[in-house]
């Protein structure tokens, strides 16, 4: 069935270095590409998106790419600080052919200081 | 402005009991959404509403029933608990059916002994 995976499920860096999530999709259909951070006993909130027309995008330490040939999309974090720990998802979405978001099962990132 | 708000946060029932989720969003969303979230296993769609008086299944719906009698209100129902159905609930409204920023409520923690 369909699924988006997601890799590493733990990350743990020290602060000041970069963090990769890495997300791979299997509906060539979905057109659009949150990621959320759901820091721990809080609703996840989302930090930046990207669609299906765009290949990279970025906000201040946070950038997503989109390679829609592979079916994968990545989340970059620079600078990382103690406060962007939190478990982070990635999520497809499309509106074709019926409404449908699948989750990734999740990346818990530790910053140590 | 409340956003999305869930009531209860905790609850603990017996297998078997029945229960209603309340989500409640303040921000005029056509779009609500009811997920589970089980460790290592992201945020899995349980029943969604695309309007007042609509309701739709999601991957996850036995079990539950959903609905949506005010555009404001989205009620997730459990009719006989079962241990399985112990997880972490989320309710989600978009302005959008899918494609945008999902806003989610606080969660409920529910335990079914």
């Known amino acids: 069935g369909e699924n988006v995976e997601q890799h590493p499920s733990t990350l743990s860096v020290q602060e000041g270095d970069s963090a990769v999530i890495k997300c791979t999709y299997s509906?060539?259909?979905?057109?659009?590409f949150p990621w959320y951070k759901q820091e721990l006993g809080k609703r996840p909130q989302l930090i930046i998106d990207i669609r299906s027309n765009v290949g990279e995008k970025k906000d201040q330490r946070i950038a997503v790419t989109l390679n829609k040939t592979a079916k994968h999309f990545s989340l970059h974090i620079t600078e990382t600080q103690p406060e962007d720990s939190a478990v982070y998802f990635c999520?497809?979405?499309?509106?074709?052919?019926?409404?449908?978001?699948?989750f990734g099962a999740g990346t818990r990132l530790f910053v140590k200081a | 402005n409340a956003g999305v708000t869930q009531t209860p946060k905790f609850r603990v029932l017996k297998t078997g009991q029945s229960m209603t989720l309340l989500c409640a969003q303040d921000m005029n969303h056509e779009y609500m959404y009811w997920y589970r979230q089980d460790p290592g296993m992201g945020l899995r769609l349980i029943h969604y509403?695309?309007?007042?008086?609509?309701?739709a299944k999601g991957e996850v719906p036995d079990g539950y029933n959903v609905s949506r009698l005010k555009k404001q209100n989205f009620l997730l129902g459990l009719e006989s608990a079962a241990p399985s159905q112990t997880s972490v609930y989320f309710c989600?409204?978009?302005?959008?059916?899918?494609?945008?920023?999902?806003?989610f409520g606080q969660g409920t923690r529910l335990t079914v002994v």
């Open positions: 509403s695309v309007g007042e008086g609509t309701t």
């Open positions: 999520a497809a979405s499309k509106n074709t052919g019926g409404f449908k978001t699948i």
């Open positions: 509906d060539s259909a979905s057109n659009y």
């Open positions: 989600a409204s978009t302005p959008k059916i899918g494609l945008t920023e999902a806003f």
